[in-house]
């Protein structure tokens, strides 16, 4: 078929800023066979330059980068190529990114092949394809500038650069993805390592950081927590201790990265009628979660990904390639998990809110009167001998035992509606909102944990009131539950008398009376009953 192209190459590719439209100029007609299809409308001849037909309907997006992404992850630009929303016979390409993000390397893009040694300049979203166009530089910024965002002394700059760890283009400028290098640089010298010994690393080519894969594009420093207190007429000592609490250290010199601002301004002005302190707690929760979240991610990240590649038998470069690659997409992953996760949960929470808040009102205004319910239960799983296992098989292997017992625990209480509050190494703390389905959950547990990781469990229940705070439990309830399973025997489920008379009517469950012990730290003794299966 013959094509009528419109040709894009390396002079047609310029850098730009996202979101321009750049018309591309109209190119002869030439037969099939100067040409290959690359997909769709896309084609390509032999001097690598793209063409586009016109006969065809063509939305598509391409990654062309003029330099080896993992060594310079800034020098790419993102382009999309559309015939669809174009004037007659003028395609356009618009340009949606100048810099390669996480966020497009991460949803499956590739840079595949070589030409003339080095590596490909072009890649497209979803497969592969030999390389087809280079594009011109994209924007830099100067050393100053680096040191502006970093932000550091112009000397720690020009040191990197005399180490040969930062390596600016023929022009001494720098993709802003340095500003991460710089920072960990400064990460290594805190930890003792010596930064002279990383560059033998990195001019050996045993090193490589290309943090722009999945880091952040480094944010300006805009303002003040001075100018920022001033502007919601709160004091600066409560802006920067808020940050502070989010697990962002304010900075010495009192200046905010403009993305900090941006939040601190938003949470102070939606929560102008909250309190300092309750402003306090907000900061904790979701500062304090998010940390654990990301921490505990990256250390998955390193198991279950870094250290299968680091046993393979690649070269130690392509090793780290590899990691390089994955880790951009597990980031991308992260950021799509995240938020669906977060609504989702917010939607079944959100609807459990409303329905015990309504029935309040209700009750309140004289519409209907509170159904009547069951207290809820609190449970303590606990591992018999696992501080013994540790000193014996080692840290490694009691971490091991303990993620053992989390999936245990995640799949049979969440099945009798539970839900694990607190993880606790040596077992975890759950909630029910039955007594019966607490019970029926810990015998359950008993012998599901010992067939999964070959270690006994024991279990401590208790029913009755609680007090909700930032996702969590506390009051007597909880403690005693906690004092419960501290008393149980290795495979023995105990119970309260409260819990043994809210699960009294199920026929599936039996008590062995216990007798009335006194547990350590609760003042009174404690009426224990054993749970079995009827």
Known sequence: MPVSPLAIDGRSSPAADPGERLPVGVRPAVSNGCVRQVEGGLWADASG????????????????????????????????FSSLDSEPNVPRVTVLSTTLRNSYWGQGWQMLGRADGQLVPTARKGASFEPLVRSSSVPTISAEELAGLVPCPLEQVQRLIDLEILQPDDEGRFD??????????????????????????????????????????????????????????????????????????????????????????????????????????????????????????????????????????????????????????F????????????????????????????????????????????????????????????????????????????????????????????????????????PPAAIMSGLDLIEETERAISAPARVGINAGPVVVQEGDYFGRTVNVAARIADYASPREVLVSEQAREAAAIDDAIAFELVGDVALKGIPRPVRLHRAVRA
């Open 49 to 80: 330059r793209l063409w586009l037909s016109l006969e065809e309907a063509l939305e598509l997006e391409l990654l062309v980068a003029r330099k080896d992404p993992l060594r310079h992850p800034g020098s790419a630009v993102l382009l999309r």
């Open 331 to 434: 980031t991308h992953l992260i950021s799509r998990v995240t938020p669906w996760l977060q609504a989702r949960h917010r939607e079944r929470i959100l609807v459990e809110y409303l329905v015990s808040l309504t029935e309040g009102f209700m009750d309140e205004r004289g519409i209907a009167p509170r159904q009547p319910r069951q207290l809820p239960a609190i449970a303590f799983l606990d591992l018999s001998g696992y501080t013994a296992l540790a000193e014996e098989r080692g840290d490694e292997a009691a971490a091991q035992v303990a993620a053992g017992v989390a999936e245990v625990v995640q799949e049979v209480a969440v099945g009798h509606g539970g839900r694990p509050v607190k993880w606790l190494g040596d077992g975890v703390m759950m909630h029910f909102a039955e």
């Open 176 to 329: 802003s993805s340095q500003v991460h290098v710089i920072r960990l640089m400064t990460g290594f010298e805190a930890a003792g390592i010596s930064i002279e010994d990383v560059a033998r690393g990195v001019r050996s080519r045993q090193l490589s950081f290309p943090l722009g894969l999945f880091m952040p594009e480094p944010a300006p420093i805009t303002t003040t927590y001075e100018q920022l207190a001033s502007e919601v007429g709160r004091s600066r000592e409560l802006v920067r201790r808020l940050s502070s609490e989010f697990g962002i250290a304010p900075g010495a010199d009192d200046r905010v990265r403009s993305e900090d601002a941006e939040i601190l301004l938003l949470v102070l002005r939606t929560l102008e009628l909250a309190s300092g302190d309750d402003l306090s707690r907000f900061a904790r929760l979701y500062g304090g979660s998010i940390q654990r979240l990301v921490g505990a991610g990256i250390q998955f990240f390193d198991r279950a990904v870094r250290e299968r590649v680091g046993d393979s038998s690649l070269p130690d470069e392509e090793k780290d390639a590899l990691v390089y690659e994955k880790g951009a997409a």
